[in-house]
């Protein structure tokens, strides 16, 4: 069965550092793309980025780059988005999803809340 | 980037109609559209990818049409559990956008 498993709830504060994690089972992790989505509260679906773990090509939203990393550690089959300083603006849930086209299997959520 | 529209932004439809969601896209592309259904505290679904091939155990009450810039989605016959937000998202090009959701709430 495959399976996308986030890490758990954030609470942060602005300026801080954050690194939130999706890891894959079921499939063969480094043939498939990783993306994560961004839904800030009250609001619709936005596409962030997107990794492929078997070489780890990774692709940005414009409105994302430079905002966010994305990575991927293999030997793990885990992929991931991380924030060097966070703003209160950050504060969302974030989804990671299988595929580089469509996306058929999503992970649970994570949300992230910047507050001071 | 491809900008998605979606109208209308909000539809009411009675248990057991037909809704018609539609998406336009900002430029020209062939099929490479999907559909997902997003319901409060529950993951994205997939429902529709290639603008009409339904996804594996998605009822075959929904239908994905259309081509070029513009798409539409319908539910034949609106069951309960289908009441929540739809959105298009096009993967011809990079990056991928998704359209700002149409919400399907009960009349």
């Known amino acids: 069965e495959v399976q996308l498993v986030q890490s758990g709830a954030e609470v942060r504060k602005p300026g801080e550092s954050l690194k939130i994690s999706c890891q894959g089972s079921?499939?063969?992790?480094?043939?498939?793309?990783i993306g994560w989505v961004r839904q800030m509260p009250g609001k619709g679906l936005e596409w962030m980025g997107i990794?492929?773990?078997?070489?780890?090509?990774?692709r940005y939203s414009p409105s994302f780059q430079g905002q966010v990393t994305i990575s991927a550690d293999k030997s793990i089959s885990t992929a991931y988005v991380q924030w060097s300083s966070l703003k209160a603006s950050d504060t969302a849930m974030y989804y990671c999803a299988r595929g580089s086209g469509w996306w058929d299997y999503w992970g649970q959520g994570t949300l992230v809340a910047v507050s001071s | 980037e491809i900008v998605m529209t979606q109208s209308p932004a909000t539809l009411s439809v009675s248990p057991g109609e037909r809704a018609t969601l539609s998406c336009r896209a900002s430029?020209?592309?062939?099929?490479?559209l999907a559909w997902y259904q997003h319901k409060p505290g529950q993951a994205p679904r997939l429902l529709i990818y290639?603008?009409?091939t339904r996804a594996t155990g998605i009822s075959a009450r929904f239908s994905g049409s259309g081509s070029g810039t513009e798409f539409t989605l319908t539910i034949s016959s609106l069951q309960s559990e289908d009441f929540a937000v739809y959105y298009c998202q096009q993967y011809n090009n990079w990056p991928r956008t998704f359209g700002q959701g149409t919400k399907v709430e009960i009349k």
């Open positions: 990794i492929y773990p078997g070489d780890s090509d990774t």
């Open positions: 430029q020209n592309f062939s099929s490479n």
């Open positions: 079921g499939y063969s992790f480094t043939n498939y793309w």
């Open positions: 290639g603008a009409s």
